[in-house]
């Protein structure tokens, strides 16, 4: 970032042939959707960003001013403490993004939730005008996939030849960074893990499952 649908299939009549067992067989024979397709189905077509862990990583890079590292930087530690993703237990984060990578936290209310340990700050251009927005980030620690706080996903790392290089759906970079309320693991469940990426590579049907972003 320098400035620089398949067709209709026929119902069976074999009775023995369950709901579950006919959505797992179509499932299977349908080809699934990159993450690319995914991602612009659910959080908007992709737009190029770029990733860091430090400060010292970004002005490293020499693609942004130093005061651009250090302002996004200090924007991602300060808005995680209300953006961060919520779960109910340590179990239920831990099970999103790996062992070891999750803590306590308390809101205003007095309501104890877990939340992943931050892991970076993303810098994506403002699509409607100059300047940069900044997001918090965090990281799967199982695949190394990066989060924005509302599920969003990272994706095509290397983009433009560059290490920090990606690309994410749109709306991440346009979405207000805002409060998550705590997830549970019915939720969780339902939406296919944090994000969603995982119903809506499973679905057999992904197009249809969409909610709205940070949903």
Partial sequence: MADAFPPRRKRSAA???TAV???AMLSACEPQPSNEQVSQQRYGAPTEVAAFATPAECKASGDFAAVTCDEAATAAAKADDGAAPRFESK???EDQFGDATCLQRSGSGGQSFF???LTGFMIGRMLDGPGYRYQPLYRNRRDGTYFTPGGAWLFNGGYGGRA???QVGS???TA???TQRIQTRSSVVSRGGFGGRVAARSS???GGGSRSFGG
Avoid: I, K, S
Wanted: with cysteine; hydrophobic share 45%; glycine share 16%.
């Fill in 115 to 117: 939340v992943p340990l």
């Fill in 21 to 23: 067992g006919a959505m």
């Fill in 171 to 173: 709306r991440a970079v």
């Fill in 15 to 17: 009775p023995a042939l």
């Fill in 204 to 206: 057999g049907g992904w």
């Fill in 164 to 166: 920090h290089g990606y």
């Fill in 176 to 178: 207000p960074v805002t």
């Fill in 91 to 93: 179990d239920l984060c």
